[in-house]
């Protein structure tokens, strides 16, 4: 038995001492839905338009949405520090009064697959504040987003550094009672299936989780419309939330993967949902939105076709 599955059995026993409902209960549970305030921020850049933060809180919350996942810098202003307790509450308290869970929130992934040890080090103890912060705040679950060159390392190098970053940090995530998972994208030096296999198997541990975005999975699966193949072949068991978008598997304007509203790509959607449910998949599935123009109609589609999903 290799340390991974070892852990995994190991905290799988843990939760059913600690928690012994919690397997009859797990049958019964539904995926949580949430909106990601990066579309709204990407399509405001791009298109040059206006999402007033408690527009975008009420539509959530009036669509039947169970939370938000949080983007650095948007509407304004960076995450609070974790010692920053006055400005971490009146945050919860926005989000609090429309009934809506911070289920997320993108944290930084700067230096975490570094070269230089020391960046390595400097990226743990900024993950360790927005841990924190995260926690506070409501949080389940904590992503990254490896962007980034490799500055003078191969591409093995970095992968190595990487999952092993991954891995403190989902230590730390786990600690703090929160599930740590990364993505991987077309412009980043990670961008194939081998990448993301290899970060999963050189981080060796159960804990750590990677993001299923179904346009990216496409991408990396040849634009064939069918990301739920990768997603299976990767395993449903290592998916720590969902980003939600359809696309037709080309890159918008030399950036990453286009997303577009559910049905107006060429996604097996339906297909997708049941790979997620028959691995039994019980957590978030998000929205992303990312650039496309109207966020609000992407939501609405989106959150359709996964109420669709949960009833199939």
Known sequence: MDRRTALKTMIAATAALTHPG????????KWKTA?????FSSSARKYDKTFPIWEVLD?????GFDGVELMRGWPM???PRADETERITAL???YDQYGLQVFSLQASGRGAFAADQRMRKQFLKVI???????????????????????RGQTLDQAITHFAGSMREMAKIADDAGLIAAFEIEPPFVFHSEDSLRRILEEADDP?????????????????????????????????????????????????????????????DIPASFKTLKDGGFKGWIMIDSWQIPDPYDASTKGLAAIKRGMTA
């Open 35 to 39: 909106i990601g305030l990066n579309g």
């Open 92 to 94: 919860k308290r926005l």
């Open 207 to 267: 804990r750590v989780k990677t993001i299923y975005d179904s346009s990216h999975f496409d991408l990396f699966n040849g634009s064939t419309g069918k990301p739920h193949e990768l997603l299976q072949r990767i395993g449903v068991e290592n998916i720590g939330y969902v980003h939600f978008t359809d696309t037709d598997g080309t890159i918008r304007d030399r950036g990453t993967s286009k997303h577009l509203a559910a049905g107006d790509g060429h996604i």
């Open 22 to 29: 919690a397997a009859a209960q797990s049958g019964r549970a």
């Open 128 to 150: 360790r504040g927005q841990v924190k912060f995260a926690q506070a705040v409501g949080c389940d679950c904590i992503g990254l987003w490896p962007g980034g060159p490799l």
């Open 77 to 79: 202003g960076n995450y």
């Open 59 to 63: 539509y959530t919350a009036r669509s």
